[in-house]
Structure formats: structure tokens, C-alpha cells
């Protein structure tokens, strides 16, 4: 195996969408030490059936999307 192309591994802290911290390593080109998370298995819909997704459409994504087809 070539030394020097495989990216190392990196400590980085996952903030969880109700602010909560997971200290996790990860194989990664990622350069921050931080990752912030829009959405995770406490916020998705797909996780937890009886809640709705909201404040999810960053940049108002999903509004335009809708919009071409009304």
C-alpha cells in the first residue's frame, strides 16, 4: 500500500442539532475541528415519525423546488 495518500485520522467534535456534543475520529478530509449537523436522528422525520422536519431549508431550497411545479 502507498504511504502518504490515504487520509489521516482527525478528532472532531459533532454538534447535534439540540446542541449536544459527540467526540468522535474519523477518516476524513475534513479540515475543521468542529461539524455542525442541520439535521441528525433527533430532528429527522425518517427517525421520528409523529414530529414534522422544520427550519431545515437553509438557503429556502426546497420553497423554489415547489414552486416550479405549482
Do not use: A
Not at 482527525?10 to 454538534?15: H, L, S
Amino acid at each position: 500500500m502507498k504511504k502518504g495518500i490515504h487520509p489521516l485520522r482527525k478528532r472532531i467534535n459533532v454538534v447535534m442539532t439540540d446542541g449536544s456534543f459527540i467526540d468522535s475520529v474519523v477518516v476524513s478530509t475534513y479540515y475543521k475541528n468542529m461539524l455542525k449537523l442541520d439535521v441528525d436522528t433527533k430532528k429527522h422525520s425518517c427517525w421520528n415519525p409523529s414530529k414534522e422536519m422544520r427550519g431545515v431549508d437553509s438557503g429556502n431550497r426546497l420553497h423554489k423546488f415547489q414552486s416550479k411545479y405549482k
